[in-house]
Structures are given as C-alpha cells and as structure tokens.
C-alpha cells in the first residue's frame, strides 16, 4: 500500500511540472522576424539607362526571285546540251539543241511547194493578160458592130476565168508561205533558249535533268533557270505577331552557312489572309545577293524590329519579382542597408534586360537573394565591383522567337 502511494505521489508531481512548462511555452512572446532572422545576404546590379529593342525572329527559307524551266515545244531526240548547273545564262540564249533533220526536210519541202504556188501565178498571170487583151479587142470590135454580142460575152467569161484562177494561184501562194513559216518555227523549236522577261539579263541554271542523246516528249523539262539576284526570304508569322508587320519594314537575316554575319531585308508581300489549319501568314521579304553568296533553299532566322526604347531605364531580368501579384524590384537603400520593394511597370524584356517604364529608378536593384526579401528587410552586400553607380548600358535587343 504504502509503495502505491509513492508512485501516485510521483505522477502527481510530473504532471504539476509539465502543466509549468506549458504555461510558460504559452504565454511568452513570439520574437519577431527582425530579432530571430539576421540581415539576408544579396547581390545588387546598377540600374543603367540605353537603348533597348524588341526584336521578333522567324524562321524560314530563301526562294529565287523567279524561277522557271526550260522545255521543247516538240518530240525529239537531244542532240546537245549547251549548259551544266551553276553555269551563268543571258536572255535568249542557246541552252540545248534537238535532232533537226527531219524538220529540215519540211522547211525544204514547204519551199518547193511555195515554189511551185509561185510559178502557178506567173502561168496564170500570163492566161490572164492574153485573156484580159482578147475581152478588149472584143469590146473594141464590137463597138464597130464587127463581132456578135455572143463573141464579146465569150471573150468576157474567158477573162472572168482567168481572172479567178490568178487570184486562186495567189491564194495558193499565200498558204505555202504560211505551211513554209509554220514548218521553219518548228524547225526552231529545235533550238531551245532560255527567254524570259524583265529582270536582269542574265540568270543561273539551277538544275538539269536531261543528258545528251534522250529521247524527249514535248514539255519534258530540260534545265530551270533561277534568278538568285536578289532572293525571296519566305517566314510565316503567328496571329499575334501579324499586327506588327507592315511591308518596308527592315530585317535581319541569318543563316547558319555564314554564322556572325548578318545580311539586310525588306518586307515586300504579306499574305491577306493566315492559314486556317496553322493560324500563320506567309510573309515575303526581298534580301539583295550582289555578292550571290545566298542560296535558295538555306534555312534562314529574320529578325524584325517591333519597338524601340531609347534612353529607356534598364533592370536585369533577374532583379524583377512579384509580392501580393504586384511586379517590382527590390531597391537598396544603402544609408539603413535595407530592400525596399518598389512597384514597376515593365516595357521591353529581352533577355537579359527590361525596359522600366514608371517610375524612375536609380541606384542598385537585387539580383540574387530577392526571394527570402519582404519590404525593409535588412541585407549584406558582398564586395562586388559593378555594384557602383548608375551607367551608360549598351544597345540591347530582345530576339523574340516564333
């Protein structure tokens, strides 16, 4: 009995301490975060000012300015083949010639036929003169009442006669020059040259298909003849961004065949329309090639201005952040060593700069550590030589994918 009674003694007593304990816990204060948590270390970056653009990049391909292919207008054999790819061609130029003998032969034949149309005429001009000569010996007589008028009706039928057949004979004539005309153009077709209309006079063949000896069918494409001076860029451009784009606008091109180079264009077409299946218009730029190192077919990246922000207000990217759905930066106020967050609007981002529009900012914002930062939180800066004033930043650009 008595050992029971020490053991409740003993509860007792723990019960009593640990009933202390929790009132103690309980009714102290709960230090602030500024007494429990020591300043926050950060980096901070200059806020500069300078020039900063909106730049969106495309991707595309670079076409020819025109684009053609030679083909004969006749069956044949190929006789020769005057040019290889690569090769530079000026307008009306001999590019291929096909088997002409059969064709000779109807050039030759069409002459003799004329010829003999020819000399029908000088016979029938001489049966028309005697004839119109024996119509006016007949009125003549007649007139003296020395021949009937059944005479003078003869004579004037004989004439009418051979009146009709010279102008026959002349038809004739006329008909065997055309067949001889006719017979003699496709003797030339023969000869295929590569024609064509405006632009420079002189172009580049571009591919060839046929070798000497083939057996070709009418409009079997022989060689294409491209204008490379100056080339079509083609990109396709979102909805979103085809409010932007107006022609006479200025581009970059780019092109992984000449990588740090970059080569001038206009915007010269833009589709009315975006295709439905992809929301995207087709956009056209003209990119001059005097120096013809661009080649139709190279995939190409266009980079067009949208907006431009000059003496703008420049942050890093990394300095904005959001409190309570606002964006800010945190401000170093240097005489308390605190951040302060202030309210922004941004402008033009790019990639590792944004345009401040309001309000005015200077001196240092944080870059690194912003995340464990509420507004006043105090903050250790470590030595950092670009920590300094407010500078001069340079030109920025902000390649905007699509």
């Known amino acids: 009995m008595t050992r029971r009674i020490a053991f409740a003694f003993a509860a007792l007593l723990l019960v009593l301490a640990g009933w202390q304990i929790f009132q103690r816990a309980t009714h102290s204060p709960t230090p602030s975060p500024s007494r429990t948590r020591g300043a926050v270390a950060v980096e901070v970056t200059p806020v500069t000012t300078g020039d900063i653009r909106e730049i969106g990049v495309f991707s595309g391909t670079l076409l020819p300015e025109s684009q053609f292919t030679v083909a004969p207008k006749i069956a044949g054999k190929l ?51 005697l004839a119109k000569r024996e119509f006016e010996r007949a009125e003549a007589l007649r007139a003296k009442k020395i021949v009937s008028v059944a005479e003078l009706d003869a004579a004037e039928a004989q004439f009418n006669a051979a009146l009709a057949k010279q102008k026959v004979a002349d038809a004739q004539v006329a008909q065997k020059e055309a067949a001889l005309k006719a017979a003699m153009v496709r003797m030339d077709y023969t000869r295929i040259r590569a024609l064509w209309h405006g632009g420079p006079d002189f172009r580049i063949v571009g591919e060839r298909f046929v070798d000497d000896g083939a057996m070709l069918a009418a409009n079997t494409p022989v060689a294409t003849i491209i204008q490379i001076d100056p080339l079509t860029a083609v990109i396709h451009v979102i909805e979103k961004d085809y409010p932007r784009i107006r022609t006479g606008q200025k581009a970059t091109i780019e092109t992984d065949a000449y990588p740090g180079r970059a080569f001038a264009g206009t915007i010269a077409r833009i589709a009315p329309l975006l295709k439905e299946a992809a929301r995207q218009a087709r956009v056209e ?43 800010g930066v945190f401000l170093l106020n240097e005489e308390t060593g605190t951040a302060g967050f202030v309210p922004v609007t941004v402008g033009i981002v ?35 030589p670009d920590a300094s004033s407010p500078q001069q930043a340079p030109p920025v650009e902000n390649p905007k994918g699509s």
């Open 79 to 129: 006789e020769k083949i005057l040019v290889n790819i690569g090769d530079r061609v000026e307008r009306g130029q001999l590019i291929a010639l096909i088997d002409d003998a059969e064709f000779v032969q109807q050039v030759d034949q069409a002459k003799a036929e004329r010829d003999v149309a020819i000399a029908n005429v000088e016979e029938n001009r001489s049966a028309l003169n």
């Open 285 to 327: 730029l003209t990119v001059p090639n005097g120096e013809e190192i661009l080649k139709p077919g190279m995939f190409i990246r266009v980079g067009i201005e949208f907006s431009r922000g000059e003496g703008a207000t420049l942050v890093p990217v990394d300095a904005l952040t959001k409190r309570d759905s606002r964006e």
């Open 350 to 384: 790019n990639g590792e700069r944004a345009e401040i529009i309001e309000p005015a900012l200077a001196g240092l914002v944080v870059t690194v550590g912003q995340h464990l930062l509420e507004d006043g939180t105090p903050v250790v800066v470590p030595e950092n």
